[in-house]
C-alpha cells in the first residue's frame, strides 16, 4: 500500500509547548484519522529503508511511526533549538521516515527549520489547517511548491475549531480563541499565532457537548489570550431596550455564564488571565461548584516600572488587588503565577520590589521563567541587559520562595477531603487531579500500596470523580519536582454524573 492520497499511514505527533499546541494536536489527529491514517506512539528505532518505489512501511502495520509531525513551540529561542534538535535525533534514528515540522516554530522561525535537510516538509500555523492535504500530496508526488508553507499569519481569520480532545484523555483543552494583539516587548507570539480572533458561544457550547459525550469529565478553556475573547451576537428587537435589533458583545464572563447554564460538564477550568481580566463578573462564576478553583495568573512581574517596559498594561498594585480578590471570593484555590527575572533594565531594587510584594500576597506556585532573548522581538534592543549569572540567582531566589509556600500550602492540605477526577489505571498508585489542581496519589485505605481489590475498584473509575481524603505529601519522587498529595478513596459519590450528556 502506497502512501499517496488514498493512502493509510501511521503517524505521530510530538507536541511542544502551551495549552493551544495541545488543542491543535487534537484537532490535527482527529483529521488525518478521519482519512484513515492511525496514530500510533512508539518510541523511533532504527528502521530499514524501504525499497525503491515501495512505501508500504509507512502504512498501516508498520511496527514503529514513520511519519512524524513536530508541533512546535517558539516562545524562546531554546524551545526552537528543542524541535531542531528533534528533527535531527528522528532522521538519525530512521533516515527514511517523514518529518513535518509545523506550529510557532514553524512561523516564525524559517530561518532555523526552512533549509533543514531532516525537515521534509515545514508547514507554517497560517497553513496547518491543510496540513493532510499538504502530507497526501507530498506522498503522491503531486507536491511542486517546494516543502515550506508559510504566509502572512495576520490574515489568517480562521480558528481551526473542532479539536479539544486526544484519544485516551478525560480531560479536554478547547481553544475558545487564538492570536494576540498585544506585543509584549519579550513575546513573539503575536507573529506566530496573528490577530485576536474567537470561536462563538454557540460554536463552543456545541463543542463541550460534543467533547462530553466522547467522555471528556473536564473541559479547560484555553487560548493564546482568553482575556481578549469576544463575540458579537445579535439582541432581538423583543428583548432590546431601543426595540430595534441590536448587536451585543460578549466577553470572557458571558462565554463561561453559557457553558453553565447550557452544558451539564461537571468540571470547568479556565487557563491564564492578566490581573486585570479578572473581573467581578468573572470571579462571581466561581460560586458555582462546577467552576474549578484553580487560576493561573500571567503577572510576568510586580512592579510597575518593569510591567512597563515590557508593555504589560496593568501596575504592581492591580496585581495584588487580584490576588486579593481571589483569596476574597473564592478561599482555597490553587493559585499559579507566571514570573519572569532578569528582563533587561530590571534593577536590584526592582526585583526585591517583585520579590517583597510576592512574599506577602496569597498564591500557592510560581512558574519562574530566567530570562532569555529571543530574536524578533522588541526587548532584545532594551538597555540594561542583566548579566546571567544575576538571572539565574534571582530565578533561585523565587524557586525557592514558591517551593516553601507550596510545600506549606500542601502540607496544609492533609486532613481535607478532595473531590478528584481519576487520571490513570491503577499501578504503583492511581493519579487523580483534584478539582483545585492538586495532584493526588491514591494508595490503600489503610496505608501503602493499593490491594488488589481496591485496584479492580478504581480501574473501573478512571475518568470519573471520586472523593479522596488527603492523608501527606510527598515529595520523594525525583520526577516530580513540586512532590504530589496522598490519599486514600472514600466514596463513589461522583461518579456517575460526569459522562452523560
Given at each position: 500500500?502506497?502512501?499517496?492520497?488514498?493512502?493509510?499511514?501511521?503517524?505521530?505527533?510530538?507536541t511542544?509547548?502551551c495549552?493551544v499546541?495541545?488543542?491543535?494536536?487534537?484537532?490535527l489527529?482527529?483529521?488525518?484519522?478521519?482519512?484513515?491514517?492511525?496514530?500510533?506512539?512508539?518510541e523511533?528505532?532504527?528502521?530499514?529503508?524501504?525499497?525503491?518505489?515501495?512505501?508500504?512501511?509507512?502504512g498501516?502495520?508498520?511496527?514503529?511511526?514513520?511519519?512524524?509531525?513536530?508541533?512546535?513551540?517558539?516562545?524562546?529561542?531554546?524551545?526552537?533549538?528543542?524541535?531542531?534538535?528533534?528533527?535531527?535525533?528522528?532522521?538519525?534514528k530512521?533516515?527514511?521516515?517523514?518529518?513535518?515540522?509545523?506550529?510557532?516554530?514553524?512561523?516564525?522561525?524559517?530561518?532555523?527549520?526552512?533549509?533543514?535537510?531532516?525537515?521534509?516538509?515545514?508547514?507554517?500555523n497560517?497553513?496547518?489547517?491543510?496540513?493532510?492535504?499538504l502530507?497526501?500530496?507530498?506522498f503522491?508526488?503531486?507536491?511542486?511548491?517546494?516543502?515550506?508553507?508559510?504566509?502572512?499569519?495576520?490574515?489568517?481569520?480562521?480558528?481551526?475549531?473542532?479539536?479539544?480532545?486526544?484519544?485516551?484523555?478525560?480531560?479536554?483543552?478547547?481553544?475558545?480563541?487564538?492570536?494576540?494583539?498585544?506585543?509584549?516587548?519579550?513575546?513573539?507570539?503575536?507573529?506566530?499565532?496573528?490577530?485576536?480572533?474567537?470561536?462563538?458561544?454557540?460554536?463552543?457550547?456545541?463543542?463541550?457537548?460534543?467533547?462530553?459525550?466522547?467522555?471528556?469529565?473536564?473541559?479547560?478553556?484555553?487560548g493564546?489570550?482568553?482575556?481578549?475573547?469576544?463575540?458579537?451576537?445579535?439582541?432581538?428587537?423583543?428583548?432590546?431596550?431601543?426595540?430595534?435589533p441590536?448587536?451585543?458583545?460578549?466577553?470572557?464572563?458571558?462565554?463561561?455564564?453559557?457553558?453553565?447554564?447550557?452544558?451539564?460538564?461537571?468540571?470547568?477550568?479556565?487557563?491564564?488571565?492578566?490581573?486585570?481580566?479578572?473581573?467581578?463578573?468573572?470571579?462571581?462564576?466561581?460560586?458555582?461548584?462546577?467552576?474549578c478553583?484553580?487560576?493561573?495568573?500571567?503577572?510576568?512581574?510586580a512592579?510597575?516600572?518593569?510591567?512597563?517596559a515590557?508593555?504589560?498594561?496593568?501596575?504592581?498594585?492591580?496585581?495584588?488587588?487580584?490576588?486579593?480578590?481571589?483569596?476574597?471570593?473564592?478561599?482555597?484555590?490553587?493559585?499559579?503565577?507566571?514570573v519572569?527575572?532578569?528582563?533587561?533594565?530590571?534593577?536590584?531594587?526592582?526585583?526585591?520590589?517583585?520579590?517583597?510584594?510576592?512574599?506577602?500576597?496569597?498564591?500557592?506556585?510560581?512558574?519562574?521563567?530566567?530570562?532569555?532573548?529571543?530574536?524578533?522581538?522588541?526587548?532584545?534592543?532594551?538597555?540594561?541587559?542583566?548579566?546571567?549569572?544575576?538571572?539565574?540567582?534571582?530565578?533561585?531566589?523565587?524557586?525557592?520562595?514558591?517551593?516553601?509556600?507550596l510545600?506549606?500550602?500542601?502540607?496544609?492540605?492533609?486532613?481535607?477531603?478532595?473531590?478528584?477526577?481519576?487520571?490513570?489505571?491503577?499501578?504503583?498508585?492511581?493519579?487523580?487531579?483534584s478539582?483545585?489542581?492538586?495532584?493526588?496519589?491514591?494508595?490503600?485505605?489503610s496505608?501503602?500500596?493499593?490491594?488488589?481489590?481496591?485496584?479492580?475498584?478504581?480501574?473501573?473509575?478512571?475518568?470519573?470523580?471520586?472523593?479522596?481524603?488527603?492523608?501527606?505529601?510527598?515529595?520523594?519522587?525525583?520526577?516530580?519536582m513540586d512532590?504530589?498529595?496522598?490519599?486514600?478513596?472514600?466514596?463513589?459519590?461522583?461518579a456517575?454524573?460526569?459522562?452523560?450528556?
Amino acid at each position: 500500500m502506497s502512501n499517496q492520497g488514498s493512502g493509510r499511514y501511521d503517524f505521530t505527533i510530538h507536541t511542544y509547548g502551551c495549552k493551544v499546541n495541545t488543542y491543535d494536536t487534537g484537532l490535527l489527529q482527529k483529521r488525518l484519522e478521519s482519512k484513515g491514517h492511525r496514530h500510533v506512539e512508539k518510541e523511533v528505532k532504527a528502521v530499514a529503508p524501504p525499497n525503491e518505489g515501495d512505501l508500504s512501511a509507512f502504512g498501516l502495520g508498520s511496527r514503529v511511526p514513520r511519519i512524524h509531525i513536530l508541533n512546535t513551540c517558539a516562545v524562546t529561542a531554546e524551545a526552537t533549538r528543542e524541535g531542531a534538535r528533534m528533527v535531527r535525533r528522528l532522521k538519525s534514528k530512521d533516515p527514511f521516515s517523514t518529518v513535518i515540522v509545523t506550529g510557532c516554530g514553524a512561523q516564525v522561525d524559517g530561518e532555523t527549520f526552512d533549509t533543514m535537510p531532516g525537515a521534509d516538509l515545514v508547514v507554517a500555523n497560517s497553513h496547518k489547517g491543510f496540513l493532510e492535504d499538504l502530507l497526501d500530496k507530498h506522498f503522491s508526488g503531486q507536491l511542486t511548491e517546494g516543502k515550506v508553507f508559510r504566509s502572512n499569519i495576520f490574515r489568517k481569520d480562521d480558528l481551526e475549531a473542532g479539536g479539544g480532545v486526544e484519544a485516551g484523555h478525560t480531560r479536554a483543552f478547547l481553544k475558545i480563541q487564538d492570536g494576540c494583539n498585544s506585543f509584549c516587548t519579550y513575546c513573539v507570539i503575536p507573529f506566530a499565532r496573528g490577530k485576536s480572533r474567537s470561536i462563538s458561544v454557540k460554536d463552543l457550547v456545541k463543542r463541550i457537548t460534543e467533547l462530553q459525550a466522547q467522555g471528556a469529565a473536564e473541559i479547560v478553556l484555553t487560548g493564546v489570550h482568553i482575556g481578549d475573547y469576544e463575540d458579537v451576537v445579535t439582541v432581538p428587537a423583543t428583548q432590546s431596550a431601543t426595540g430595534q435589533p441590536e448587536k451585543k458583545k460578549l466577553h470572557i464572563h458571558d462565554l463561561v455564564q453559557a457553558v453553565l447554564d447550557q452544558t451539564t460538564i461537571q468540571r470547568i477550568r479556565l487557563s491564564s488571565l492578566e490581573p486585570v481580566e479578572l473581573t467581578p463578573e468573572l470571579l462571581a462564576l466561581y460560586k458555582n461548584d462546577r467552576m474549578c478553583p484553580h487560576f493561573h495568573m500571567s503577572i510576568q512581574s510586580a512592579n510597575t516600572r518593569v510591567l512597563s517596559a515590557m508593555k504589560r498594561t496593568y501596575t504592581a498594585q492591580d496585581v495584588e488587588t487580584a490576588l486579593l480578590a481571589i483569596q476574597r471570593e473564592v478561599p482555597g484555590a490553587f493559585v499559579g503565577m507566571d514570573v519572569i527575572a532578569g528582563f533587561p533594565g530590571e534593577t536590584e531594587d526592582e526585583f526585591l520590589d517583585t520579590y517583597e510584594r510576592l512574599a506577602r500576597l496569597p498564591w500557592t506556585r510560581i512558574h519562574v521563567f530566567p530570562y532569555s532573548e529571543r530574536p524578533g522581538t522588541k526587548a532584545v534592543a532594551l538597555e540594561g541587559s542583566v548579566p546571567r549569572d544575576q538571572r539565574t540567582l534571582r530565578s533561585q531566589r523565587l524557586r525557592e520562595l514558591s517551593t516553601q509556600r507550596l510545600n506549606e500550602t500542601a502540607v496544609s492540605q492533609k486532613g481535607s477531603v478532595k473531590t478528584s477526577l481519576i487520571l490513570k489505571a491503577p499501578g504503583r498508585g492511581a493519579e487523580a487531579l483534584s478539582r483545585d489542581y492538586w495532584p493526588v496519589r491514591l494508595e490503600s485505605r489503610s496505608g501503602g500500596i493499593l490491594s488488589a481489590e481496591e485496584m479492580h475498584e478504581i480501574a473501573t473509575l478512571a475518568g470519573k470523580e471520586i472523593e479522596i481524603e488527603i492523608t501527606g505529601f510527598d515529595t520523594s519522587e525525583t520526577s516530580r519536582m513540586d512532590g504530589i498529595l496522598v490519599g486514600s478513596a472514600l466514596a463513589r459519590t461522583h461518579a456517575t454524573k460526569q459522562n452523560t450528556v
